[in-house]
């Protein structure tokens, strides 16, 4: 038997094994909160898949189409504003996420039109510059309460378990999205635009029109989880939902996980969303600073993130043997 025909079972049973992993993760999460009843570490889950949704959307446009966009913080709170508007009125929540998710896509066009005319570093300032703007703007609007904030009433039982599966399920639909994304010609022309924009357009591929969908698909995304998070805490302000700490930290998960992959910013979000709260707790006044110090390192060290370094390690591994 030859070498190669002896690896084909073998690597049938990997992409059993990578066919039925979401499944198995998904299962599991889903009986967690069950066998844990924890108030606080369902809230701690809750927190996580809407990081890890974040952080999945941010992927389609930095990781798959290589552009680095510092104004996720703009989507995720105008979802936030838009679910929080919407209940007020008497909207039934799941409409108000979607509007939230449409809303956002919306904001993505006014932003990226103007914005994706510019390439590189132009770019990234450009979407900080927009999220200041838009933060400053919405501390300023008396009908969304202005810095002093707004508070959602939702005249019906706080149920916490019916917010862990909304947000669950959410993470579960942009991890789908990724997926097919990445096995698409979509997504191939994306990655040609990372390579070489110029390139990918001698090959028929438009990097303008193909960046401005990517941009709309993460910010619904984005927006949508940003819905999810006004519900469940009930009160934003602008600090918060618009805050440039946001847009960092939608940024950093990916980063943290391994940019353009699919299984990179679940890892990133998981990682990110466990350990978050206690680091913001322990370092208050630095937290942004260390922040950026990790991000440093890692683009230093290990580009590939976490996924990077066990890819590595399974190669090294696969060499000794």
Same mark, same amino acid.
């Given at each position: ?9 073998? =690597? ?8 039925? /992993? ?15 009843? $924890? ?15 974040? $952080? ?12 680095? !966009? ?13 679910? &929080? ?29 103007? &914005?994706?005319? /510019?390439?590189?570093?132009? #770019?990234? *300032? ?15 609007? $008396? ?34 999205? !990724?997926? +097919?994304?990445?096995?698409? +010609? #979509?997504?191939?022309?994306? %990655?040609?635009? =990372? ?15 193909? %960046? ?12 949508? &989880? ?17 805050? #440039?700490?946001?847009?960092? @930290? ?16 679940? /890892?990133?979000?998981?990682? #990110?969303? *466990?350990?978050?709260?206690? *680091?913001?707790? $322990? ?28 890819? %590595?390690?399974? =190669?090294?591994?696969?060499? @000794? =043997?």
């Amino acid at each position: 038997m030859s070498a190669t025909s002896a690896t084909l079972p073998a =690597r049938r049973m990997a992409g059993w094994a990578m066919t039925a /992993l979401p499944w198995i993760l998904l299962a599991i999460l889903a009986i967690l909160p069950l066998l844990v009843p $924890s108030p606080n570490f369902t809230r701690l889950l809750f927190m996580t898949f809407l990081w890890t949704t974040t $952080s999945i959307a941010w992927n389609l446009l930095g990781g798959f189409a290589g552009q680095v !966009s510092f104004g996720f913080a703009v989507f995720y709170g105008a979802g936030a504003y838009t679910t &929080a508007l919407l209940m007020n009125a008497g909207v039934n929540p799941l409409f108000a996420f979607l509007a939230a998710g449409l809303t956002a896509a919306l904001v993505s066009l006014i932003v990226g039109l103007p &914005a994706f005319r /510019l390439r590189g570093p132009y #770019f990234a *300032i450009a979407t900080i510059g927009i999220s200041e703007a838009v933060r400053v703007v919405m501390t300023n609007l $008396s009908f969304t309460g202005g810095a002093s904030g707004y508070r959602i009433l939702e005249h019906r039982p706080f149920r916490q378990l019916e917010h862990y599966y909304t947000a669950l399920l959410l993470a579960a639909i942009a991890f789908a999205i !990724s997926w +097919k994304i990445a096995h698409s +010609k #979509f997504g191939l022309g994306l %990655k040609a635009i =990372r390579q070489d924009e110029d390139a990918a357009a001698d090959l028929g591929v438009n990097p303008y029109t193909y %960046k401005l969908a990517a941009h709309a698909l993460a910010a619904a995304l984005t927006g949508m &989880a940003g819905g999810v998070f006004a519900r469940y805490a009930a009160f934003i302000h602008p600090g918060g939902v618009f805050g #440039f700490h946001t847009s960092v @930290h939608i940024l950093l998960m990916p980063v943290i996980g391994g940019i353009g992959t699919v299984w990179g910013p679940v /890892l990133g979000g998981f990682v #990110f969303g *466990i350990v978050e709260e206690e *680091i913001v707790a $322990s370092f208050p006044e630095i937290h942004l600073l260390l922040y950026g110090l990790l991000l440093i390192v890692i683009i230093l060290f290990e580009p590939g993130g976490i996924l990077g370094g066990l890819r %590595k390690l399974v =190669r090294r591994f696969r060499d @000794h =043997r």
